[in-house]
């Protein structure tokens, strides 16, 4: 179901469409902004709708191209229907799907506790949104999908730090990177590029409401001694979509500000 539609005679200067899930706000409204602000048309979705009516404002605002679709990205149907509706929106700019972003995750509203005393219901949840929704969502956009196209998949630095009572979030990171080697070999006969962006703690409205000291969290651990901003992140995706990063498939980066070198 489309959220919301904007159908401006914006120029898109050529650049393909660009995908972003978990789009109603934190770091997903700030991949459709950046790359809006770059010039690309997005196609961001959410299964909140109310996010997404105010992401595309948010971008619309910016003098971008943007149009919001509503999916449960763990959802056979509700991906596939959804791509549907987003390539019609691409083909309906004279583009097509250039990159998908899976950025959506459950995370903020995680209950931190002992590996032993996980709700399985939670683990469920978790690993559902977190590792199968990108398997989903890239295989619901495989048809429309086509060479020179990108997917970006989101994992996080908690990877590599092993971050204690979070072992539900920290396996479906896990299992993010793993997907996305098999998918750059799978795809990469179509010269379809699969990469990871693994990001540190991010100030995000999700993480200002995980602790009282997120703006110094971690900081000190870092080789550049601050925070991280979304637009950290956003950059890396920039990169990944673009022209620069043509040769690059299977790789996972890690912007984290040197808290934690692989």
């Known amino acids: 179901m489309v959220a919301t539609h904007d159908t401006s005679d914006r120029t898109t200067d050529g650049l393909g469409t660009v995908v972003i899930t978990g789009a109603a706000g934190g770091l997903g409204r700030a991949f459709a902004l950046g790359f809006a602000r770059r010039g690309y048309p997005i196609a961001a979705v959410d299964i909140d709708p109310k996010g997404i009516e105010e992401t595309v404002q948010a971008v619309t605002d910016a003098n971008g191209t943007a149009a919001g679709f509503t999916a449960d990205v763990t959802e056979t149907v509700s991906t596939d229907t959804m791509a549907e509706q987003v390539n019609d929106y691409a083909q309906s700019l004279g ?108 100030l995000t409205e999700a993480s200002y409401g ?44 890690v912007v984290d500000g040197g808290r934690q070198f692989i």
């Open 210 to 253: 995980l602790m009282d000291d997120a703006e110094s969290y971690g900081v000190q651990r870092g080789a550049l001694k601050r925070a991280s901003q979304p637009d950290d992140i956003v950059g890396a995706a920039l990169y990944l979509a673009g022209p620069d990063s043509s040769f690059v498939t299977g790789q996972t980066i």
């Open 95 to 202: 583009t097509t799907v250039h990159a998908v972003v899976n950025n959506a995750a459950i995370y903020a509203t995680i209950n931190r506790s002992a590996f032993e005393d996980i709700d399985p219901e939670e683990w469920d949840k978790v690993i559902g949104v977190n590792l199968k929704g990108p398997w989903m969502v890239t295989r619901a956009f495989s048809p429309y999908l086509t060479a020179g196209s990108r997917v970006i998949n989101l994992a996080s630095a908690t990877v590599y730090s092993g971050s204690e009572q979070w072992a539900h979030y920290v396996a479906s990171k896990a299992g993010v990177i793993g997907l996305s080697r098999v998918l750059a070999k799978e795809l990469g006969h179509r010269e379809i590029n699969v990469n990871t962006i693994a990001p540190g703690f991010t």
